[in-house]
């Protein structure tokens, strides 16, 4: 049963464009969103997260935007480089069963010169 | 700061051999530890989780078992190999405060011919 459901699957922005990538999540038992990135052959690296008593996180030219009603959260990256182009995963933390991330399925993105 | 180390970078099987993948963690004590396996294509599939020296929970049923015999020690092993055990395995950590970041160690291609 997947309770984090991400989209798009992919994503191809020119340089300089924002990218947006939208995830929604089924239960309510998560405190906390955090976004991954991830470069082919490696393992993910923590981006940002937020928690759900704030509506916007912003670092650099990354931010998470956070609408608990709607149990949808996602992730902007302004003026996006080639440097970017990298799959990125949503996640929310389970408040049981060892603090588990449950994963989206994942956005691969393409930054066009 | 959490540095996880994952042995081996890579593993080529034959399908029936045993496996053993180890993950050590510096910088934390008592930290939560995961195992997530990444087939082709993208998803991050939880595979185990352990909160405590000896404690594992299974999140999939299947012929991989883990276990923690240090605190900052976490093995995946098989009896047997499959071909669909091929795949990513990344661990994971995950300090026990309030800030809920997890990290993800570099990871171990597993080729099971």
């Known amino acids: 049963q997947q309770q984090v459901k991400q989209s798009p699957q992919s994503l191809i922005v020119q340089k300089g464009g924002i990218s947006i990538i939208n995830c929604a999540y089924e239960n309510t038992a998560f405190d906390y969103f955090p976004w991954y990135q991830q470069f082919p052959g490696k393992g993910p690296a923590l981006l940002i997260a937020i928690r759900p008593d704030v509506s916007e996180k912003k670092e650099g030219r990354f931010t998470i935007s956070f609408n608990k009603s709607a149990k949808q959260f996602s992730l902007h990256i302004m003026d996006s480089q080639p440097g970017d182009s990298a799959t990125y995963f949503c996640?929310?933390?389970?408040?049981?069963?060892?603090?588990?991330?449950?994963f989206g399925q994942g956005t691969e993105l393409s930054v066009k010169p | 700061s959490q540095t996880i180390h994952q042995w081996p970078a890579t593993l080529v099987q034959p399908v029936g051999s045993p496996l053993s993948l180890e993950c050590t963690v510096e910088?934390?004590?008592?930290?939560?530890l995961y195992w997530y396996r990444q087939a082709a294509g993208r998803g991050l599939q939880l595979l185990f989780y352990s909160v405590g020296i000896g404690q594992i929970s299974s999140e999939v049923p299947q012929n991989l078992s883990a276990s923690r015999p240090q605190d900052r020690q976490f093995i995946l092993s098989s009896k047997k190999l499959l071909l669909s055990d091929s795949g990513f395995y990344l661990c994971?950590?995950?300090?026990?405060?309030?800030?809920?970041?997890?990290?993800f160690g570099p990871g171990t291609r597993l080729t099971v011919t």
């Open positions: 910088g934390t004590s008592n930290p939560n």
């Open positions: 994971a950590t995950r300090r026990r405060d309030l800030s809920y970041e997890q990290y």
């Open positions: 996640a929310a933390k389970s408040t049981s069963q060892g603090g588990k991330l449950i």
